[in-house]
């Protein structure tokens, strides 16, 4: 789909004093224009995509301020203005004082076809969040979501636009929104009772918010969703991971809470005690970061992309981008970390396991428990060619010949309580996340180094402390621990949580 823009760019020079104006017209690129920035006691400057451009040698003085300023609207409580009838928007920097001393007059275009990357998770009716940094075109995705559910779609939607960024200054909206309504703010700090107000006066199927930003307007979200309203939104942060960390917003994606769970729980998990897991329900089922205005990684489960970072093993991402013919090309990406982890270690990211070595296990109902987890398993029948020795309790304590010539070899051991079907699949659960969260390399590093460890105490070392690993690979150092009738204990907080294997004093 081509896009057509529309950006009223005459009105916008008009507000400008001439000795501003009249070097901006001359420049080439004019159509590309994001901003002019007066502040007083300096040279005026306009800002494009990829260049910065001083428009005149004299110095902004109070005249050039007073000149724009009274061209436009008058300025709210969040010190932005507008140009009626248009997109643009003026706003003010003050001094201790409350004077002006400094403008910053945005270009506002509206962007026909800007979506078109996303329509089908618009048209889905499920509530979107849109991240990004600022400028990257959020406010411009949500102008046509709005004109394309009104109108394309016949829906009811609301605007709740608290500056007039979405549908411009003035009483009548821009022709941008279509037959969508717009609802104005009078002040910044009311916008989540208008959002309530909305949902209870005029029976919106859509309401369209711009700039989620505090704890209230958070709940009222909440609220609205809960009522069935499809919500499409935009708040602060880049990234899934910054709304995580951000504990005024986690609301909209869930909300993280800390858990301390027993010790038979911690111990089936493989997890430490205390963990962080998501409350509830997210308010927006899908999440949308914008890297550029035609390249978006999309979270279509809210849910379950929060549930697996805080596990520590992110999902793969779709990430969608538009080629010069307006095509979309949707690939799934790993998360750059476990990228990296993956190269530095030469190995092939993804839930991949190191060739398994049986002894008085079976190897059938090991195939099998597999097949139903969908973990694939490599089995070898060569010692020198294992990753990992699987036994059971019974068979290591009597220390047949494959057990000593396992240990004789510094083949790392997995000890499993019994040969049933429970045991092996907590066994393949474990071994998977500790497989997805690192490589097969790095697991049979951390397997031998904990041997080592345990070895170094029993012949008399008090206690070695070894590298930090993920919560999963901890716990196979901590049955390491055990097997040898060691003791053994978690420190320090991750990224660098690491295992202290250690001697009972007497």
């Known amino acids: 789909m081509r896009k057509t823009v529309t950006d009223d760019l005459d009105a916008f020079l008009d507000v400008l004093p001439p000795h501003i104006r009249q070097p901006l017209r001359e420049q080439e690129d004019i159509s590309e224009l994001l901003e002019v920035v007066m502040d007083l006691g300096r040279l005026p400057q306009a800002r494009f995509p990829k260049r910065e451009v001083i428009l005149d040698d004299k110095e902004v003085g109070e005249q050039d301020i007073e000149y724009v300023s009274s061209r436009i609207g008058d300025f709210g409580d969040d010190n932005r203005a507008g140009i009626e009838r248009t997109l643009h928007r003026i706003s003010a920097v003050r001094n201790r004082k409350g004077r002006i001393v400094g403008l910053t007059c945005r270009v506002g275009r509206a962007v026909f076809g800007t979506i078109h990357i996303i329509d089908d998770l618009v048209q889905s009716g499920q509530s979107i969040l849109l991240l990004g940094r600022p400028g990257i075109g959020k406010t411009t995705m949500l102008r046509e979501v709005a004109r394309v559910l009104a109108d394309d779609l016949g829906k009811r939607v609301v605007i709740v636009d608290t500056s007039n960024e979405i549908a411009g200054d003035g009483d009548i909206p821009h022709p941008a929104i279509g037959r969508a309504r717009r609802m104005q703010v009078i002040t910044p700090n009311m916008q989540h009772a208008v959002m309530i107000e909305a949902v209870e006066n005029h029976m919106p ?9 505090t704890e209230l307007e958070a709940q009222a979200a909440r609220t609205i969703a809960e009522r069935g309203v499809q919500l499409v939104g935009t708040a602060h942060g880049n990234k899934l991971e910054n709304l995580m960390m951000n504990p005024t917003l986690a609301d909209l994606i869930g909300g993280i809470q800390t858990v301390t769970l027993g010790d038979e729980e911690a111990k089936r998990r493989g997890t430490q005690k205390s963990i962080l ?29 929060v549930d697996a970072l805080l596990r520590g093993q992110p999902m793969a991402t779709e990430i969608r981008q538009l080629d010069e013919k307006g095509a979309i090309k949707i690939e799934k990406k790993m998360p750059e970390a476990v990228i990296a982890r993956a190269v530095k270690a030469k190995q092939p990211y993804g839930n991949k396991l190191p060739e398994l070595y049986l002894f008085g296990v079976s190897r059938g109902r090991l195939e099998q ?9 490599e089995v070898t029948a060569d010692l020198k060619a294992a990753g990992l020795f699987i036994t059971t309790k019974n068979y290591y304590r009597r220390k047949p010949q494959a057990v000593k010539a396992a240990e004789a070899a510094g083949l790392p051991i997995y000890v499993i309580k019994s040969n049933t079907p429970s045991q092996i699949r ?63 204990q978690s420190l320090g907080k991750e990224p660098d949580r690491r295992v202290r294997i250690f001697r009972d004093k007497a």
């Not at 999440?287 to 992309?305: F, Q, S, Y």
């Open 205 to 213: 199927e859509v309401i369209i918010i711009d700039e989620i930003g």
């Open 277 to 305: 897991e998501r409350m509830s329900m997210p308010t927006f089922n899908i999440v949308v970061e914008i890297h550029d205005r035609d390249r978006v990684a999309i979270h279509p489960d809210a849910g379950e992309a």
């Open 369 to 377: 428990v597999a097949k139903e987890l969908q973990i694939k398993l």
């Open 426 to 488: 907590q066994l393949l659960h474990t071994l998977s996340h500790a497989a997805s969260t690192g490589t097969a390399e790095s697991l049979k590093l951390a397997l031998a180094e904990a041997e080592e460890a345990a070895g170094k105490v029993q012949e008399g070392d008090q206690a070695v402390e070894l590298r930090p690993y993920s919560a999963y690979i901890r716990r196979l150092q901590h049955l390491i621990a055990r097997r040898y009738g060691l003791s053994s």
